[in-house]
């Protein structure tokens, strides 16, 4: 049984910083692209960023480029997602979700596995 559990949220001032992590059990982590989402109130499910099995290949929400870095670290079977410069319209439940396949991707559908998601707020 695949298992991905997220941590690291909270409540932090517009410009602040949070680092997201998703643990993530019960399948070869590794062999696997990664992608974060989001949802906030009254809104549909939103992509943030996607990593490729390797990590050499990452992509990004428009809305967040520049600001958000997604990396992983197959040794611990953990994906992060390091939020600076935040802004309240961050606000939201962050989802870590596993891919189908190997490749980055942005669309939910090709994500067969999802955490329960991470509280984010972002104050002005």
């Known amino acids: 049984q695949v298992q991905l559990v997220e941590s690291g949220g909270g409540l932090v001032q517009a410009g602040g910083s949070l680092r997201l992590s998703c643990a993530a059990s019960?399948?070869?982590?590794?062999?696997?692209?990664m992608g974060w989402f989001r949802q906030a109130p009254g809104k549909e499910r939103e992509f943030v960023a996607t990593?490729?099995?390797?990590?050499?290949?990452?992509y990004y929400a428009d809305s967040v480029k520049g600001r958000f870095t997604i990396s992983r670290d197959n040794a611990k079977n953990t994906l992060y997602l390091q939020m600076n410069s935040l802004k309240p319209e961050d606000t939201a439940v962050y989802y870590c979700?596993?891919?189908?396949?190997?490749?980055?991707?942005?669309?939910?559908?090709?994500?067969?596995?999802w955490g329960q998601g991470t509280q984010v707020t972002v104050s002005s």
């Open positions: 990593i490729s099995w390797s990590g050499m290949a990452t």
């Open positions: 979700a596993s891919a189908f396949g190997a490749t980055p991707q942005r669309a939910s559908y090709e994500y067969g596995y």
């Open positions: 019960g399948r070869l982590f590794s062999n696997y692209a």
